[in-house]
């Protein structure tokens, strides 16, 4: 824990910059949270491709070796050898397993900078709370509330921009 919190001072400077730019705190604090946010997507979605990177070859080799288990099994099937579609189909379950739990640990690869950038948050702003206007409830969130929200729209974002810098062939 002593090594997260050194990190979280190290990089302290450099977060809390986005903060400072206007005079306005409550500007400050959405400019900041907002570009926390999105160094957080920035770099969650590097980590991804370092991820993907490293494990393209796994993942497709799993999911050809499912794809063939699978063809296999509904070949027993439809020859009547139930002996040999449960075992197939048990082979193919194994190989969608390894790809299934590949691609999550690959997706949270994207998300940990989330959690990173909470922490941080948790540090400098964690007795901080915001009440909602008397027409929304009145009800009070903590500092997570809105970068949340704002993680989560940058997220979409990203990923409708990202489908849209794919080349047609890789859509």
Partial sequence: MDSIQGILT?????????????????????VG???LAAWAVLIGEITLAIAGKINRSAVSTNLDDTMYYHEQSMKAKQAGDEKAYKGINKLANEAYGKSFFLLMAMGMAALWPAFFAVAW??????????????WAGGIELSFTAPFILIYICLRVAWSRIKKKLKPASNA
């Avoid at 948050?121 to 008397?134: E, K, V």
Wanted: aromatic share 24%; glycine share 8%.
């Fill in 121 to 134: 948050l948790d540090q400098r702003f964690g007795n901080i709370g915001f009440t909602m206007p008397a």
């Fill in 33 to 35: 949270t907002f570009c």
């Fill in 10 to 30: 190290f990089i302290d400077p450099v977060l809390i910059f986005p903060y400072r730019l206007f005079d306005n705190p409550m500007a400050g604090w959405w």
